[in-house]
């Protein structure tokens, strides 16, 4: 069987000097998909007054949120991954289309977002948390698709049927590991939070979130072993890769929130 060579071009639409890349498109769909699904829970949750936070909520942190995963990303990125580059090269951090963004950077921007709303409006932490939480997956899975498109964060030389090549990586095919993240962090863990928020689970504080964590670390942690380490890095021990060591500790965090929210 052939394989498939990936042969994308990044820019989406070219108007005069403007480009609109893929990615941009991915991430403001992934927003704006999240922010109508966020406020769709917490209306019909409002009904069964099962939550204290309303729409204007929603509506007030998005913003918050959008500024928390874009800087944190971003800053996340260059910490974790490439600190040296961005401290030769400053203004490519502002490079968004370029890629390179931290999940594990954009947890830590959106806490801070949810933490700093709820202390300024009096807010329940884990309520918004939770709320946050469930709609997530979607920006990782259209993320993902991004970063497929983009032809970045490519999966190691395989030879499975499915295997494509990409041309930045060389001429051997390899996993998708871009996609294998789409179905798992994407639509998988969204199904599953969506199955926990429709048999109530919003009802105790801090469930889907734990969730959250716990699903998304241990498929990130399973994906790390198709995907290839970023070149620069590598393993930091054998076989274990930056993005594993990052996802422990949330992995230990969603652990404790589910146990925590089950005993209340």
Aim: glycine share 10%.
């Amino acid at each position: 069987m052939k394989n498939i060579i990936l042969n994308i071009d990044p820019v989406a639409i070219s108007i005069g000097p403007i480009n609109i890349y893929w990615y941009g498109i991915a991430y403001m769909l992934g927003m704006l998909l999240g922010l109508y699904y966020a406020k769709k829970i917490v209306n019909k949750q409002k009904i069964n007054s099962d939550l204290s936070i309303d729409q204007r909520d929603i509506d007030e942190i998005f913003l918050w949120i959008v500024v928390g995963i874009i800087l944190g990303s971003r800053i996340g990125y260059a910490l974790f991954y490439n600190i040296d580059f961005y401290i030769a090269n400053p203004i490519s951090i502002f490079a968004l289309w370029r890629g390179g963004m931290s999940f594990h950077g954009g947890v830590i921007g959106v806490l801070v977002a949810i933490i700093s709303y709820s202390y300024l409006y009096k807010k329940p932490i884990l309520e918004l948390g939770d709320v946050i939480c469930a709609v997530v997956p979607i920006g990782l899975f259209f993320g993902r698709i991004a970063n497929f498109i983009n032809g970045e964060l490519w999966g190691k030389v395989t030879n499975v049927p499915w295997g494509v090549v990409f041309p930045r990586a060389g001429e051997y095919p390899r996993h998708p590991s871009q996609l294998y993240e789409a179905g798992l962090e994407g639509i998988l863990l969204f199904m599953i939070l969506a199955a926990l928020i429709a048999s109530k689970g919003l009802k105790k504080r801090g469930l889907i979130s734990g969730y959250f964590l716990l699903v998304y670390s241990l498929s990130r942690i399973l994906i790390e072993f198709f995907r290839e380490p970023d070149h620069h890095i590598g393993y930091i021990i054998p076989n274990v890769t930056m993005g594993i060591i990052l996802s422990i500790p949330l992995m230990l965090i969603g652990l404790i929130l589910v146990i925590n929210s089950v005993k209340k």
